[in-house]
C-alpha cells in the first residue's frame, strides 16, 4: 500500500492507495468507535450489493444508510432526507460521518457532513476510479440545483480517504473510461513526463494493470500539489483553477444534454478536446497537440464529439451559469502546450468560434 | 458609532455599531459594486415595508429578496429557493450576500451565503435587538430540520457587521425584552460588573436608553472574547460552548412547544431559570442567585415560568436531541456564582429532578 500524504493550511491527512485500503478503514472506524464515538456510512446501494461480505464487516462498527447511485442523487431533496435520518439516528457534533462510492455519493455524503450540525468528521471510500483520483482531494463537495451542477456546496475535507482498487473489478467498462478522463487531464495540464508516459502505453489501462496504483497517486498529488497552494480557489490566476481545465464546456455539456446523458469524465473528455480548440484558435497549440490529446482520449474509449449537438448559444448561457464565471465573463483553463496551462477570460466571439471549429471536427 | 473588531484565527471584521450605520452599509456595497460585484440582500419583508426610504436606497446597490419573516423560513425549502433564485440572476463567487433584519434572516442567508458556490462574502444588517448581541459575532449559521433546531448549517463569519439602532424604534415592545434576554445572559455568564450595572437601572431598558450601544457593544464584545478562544466550538471545557447557558433547556422549549410559540430569547429566559434550579440541585448556587436572575428577566418582561407544562421525558429526548448532546449525555452551562459559569454533563436523573423543582416554582 502507499500512503500519500495531502498538506492542508492547518493538518494534513492521508489517501491510503492499495489493496488492502479498506481493512484500514474498518480499523479506523474501529477506534473511532472505541472511543465512543458513532458511524454512519453513506453507501451507494450498488455498492452495498456487489460487496455484501465488506458491507457486512463494515455495519459492525458504523450504521449503515444506503442511498441510490447517479447524479439525480445529489439533489437538496436527498440532502435534506440524509440530515432528518442522521438526527433520527441521534448522530451527534463528535460523529464520523463515511462516503462509500462513487464521486455522486461522495459529493453527496460531504456535503451533508460539512452541514450536520455545522460540521462532522468526514471519511472516503471511493469505489470508482474518478472519484478515487477526483474526488478524494480538494475538499470540494456539493449537490446540485435546477440552475445548475455543484451550485450549493462547502470545502470539507477529509479526514482519510481509503482507495482500495479492489473495488475497481465490478466497476463497468464505461466508468473507468470515465476515471481516466481525469487521469488524463492531470497529464494535460501540468506534466507532460506523464502524458508521455500515459502515450506510450501498448496496452488499455484496467483494474489490473501495473501503473495503475501509480497512476492514481501521482494524479492525486498533482492535484494535491496544486490544492495546497490555493485550498478555496481564491488564486486570481492558475492555482486550483486549473485543475478545471476541459470543465468550464464539461459543465456545460452536462447541464444542457441533462444530467446523466454522459457521465462526468466523459463531458470533461469532449470538454477536453473542445478547449484544446478555443486554444488552437487563440493561436497557442495546433494540430498535432490536438490530435495527441484525442488519440489518448479515443485510446481510452472515450467520447471526443457530443452526441446530440449543443447550439453555441445554449454553451454560452449555461457557461454563464457556472460557477466559474465571474461578473459575465468567460474564463478557462487554456492550454499552452501538453502539460502546461493557464486560465484566461476569453472574449465570446472567440468563443463561439472555437464551438463552431468543434461542431465541424 | 462604535466600531468593535471581532478577531478571528485568519482576519477580523467590524460591528460597526450607532445611527449612521446603515449608511455605512450603503457606502461599503457601492464599493463592492465599483468593482464589479454584485450585491444580493435577503431582507425581511416586514423590515421592508417599515423602511421604505433605506429600502429604496440600497436598492441603487443591490438587488433585494423579500423573506418572510418569522422560524418557518428557516426551511430547507426556503434555503433551496433563496440558491435557485440567486443563480437565476447570475449571482457568481464574488458576489456579496447581505442579511438584513433579524436572526432568522441572519441565520438563514447566513446558510445560503455559505453554500451558494461553496461559500459567498457575508454582510450583516441586524435589526432586532436579539440579532444584534447574538447573531452578529460567532459566524454561526442554520436552518431547522423537522427533528430540531439549527441542526443543518455552517460556520460562516461575516465581513462585517452594521448595527444600527434606528431599526430598533419600530421592534415591537416583545422583541426588544426577548433580545435582552441576551444580554443577562452574557451577564450572568461572565460578567458580575455588567450584571450588577444592569440590575441597577431604575427604567426599563428601551430603544433610546443611553445604556443601550454600550450593552450591545459589551454584550458582543463579551461573546466575541468566548469565540476568538473557541472559534469552531471544539474545546472540551467551557469555551465557546459557555453561550449556551440557558440554551439546552431553551431549545427543547421552542422544539416541544413547536417553534415560533415561544420567541428564541424568551425560551432562553426560561432556560436560564431552569438551569439556575439545576446549579442550585447541584448545590453550586442558592436561593437568593435564582432571586437576582428571575427578577432582573422579570423586570425585562421575559417569561420565567413555561405557559403549558412540558413533561421531563419530552425535555430529556428533545435535549438529547440537541447539537450539544454528545454520546448521549446531557450537558449543560452550570452556574457557579453570577458571572462565572462551567459546562458539565449532567446525570439525567438530576436533570429530571430540577425540571419537577421547576415546574413547581
Partial sequence: MITLKVKLSKREYPIIVGDGAFDEA????????????????????????AHTEKAKKLS???????????????SIKKFAELCSILAQEHADRKSAIVA????????????????YMRGADFYQIPTTLLSMVDSSVGGKTGIN??????????????????????????????????????????????????????????????YNSPMLADAIVKACSLKAKVVADDERETASQGGRALLNLGHTFGHAIEHCAGYGKYLHGEAVAIGMVMVAVLSRRMGLIGDSEISEIVDMLKFADLPTSLRTPISADDFID???RDKKSVSGQLRFVVIDSIGKTHTENVDKKIVKKAIADFQKM
Same sequence: chains 1, 2.
Fill in 26 to 49: 474498518l480499523k479506523t472506524f474501529s477506534q473511532l468507535v472505541s472511543q465512543k464515538r458513532s458511524v454512519f456510512c453513506i453507501a451507494d446501494s450498488a455498492v452495498l450489493k
Fill in 60 to 74: 459492525s462498527v458504523a450504521k449503515i444508510i444506503s442511498v441510490k447511485g447517479g447524479e439525480a442523487s445529489k
Fill in 100 to 115: 462509500w462510492g462513487g464521486g455522486v455519493i461522495g459529493d453527496l455524503t460531504g456535503f451533508v457532513s460539512a452541514s
Fill in 145 to 206: 440545483i435546477a440552475e445548475g451542477k455543484n451550485l450549493v456546496g462547502a470545502f470539507h475535507q477529509p479526514k482519510a480517504v481509503f482507495t482500495d482498487m479492489s473495488f475497481l473489478k465490478t466497476l463497468p467498462k464505461r466508468q473507468f473510461s470515465a476515471g481516466m478522463a481525469e487521469v488524463i487531464k492531470c497529464a494535460v495540464l501540468g506534466d507532460s513526463r506523464f502524458f508521455k508516459k500515459l502515450a506510450s502505453q501498448k496496452e488499455k489501462m484496467s
Fill in 318 to 320: 449555461a457557461m454563464l
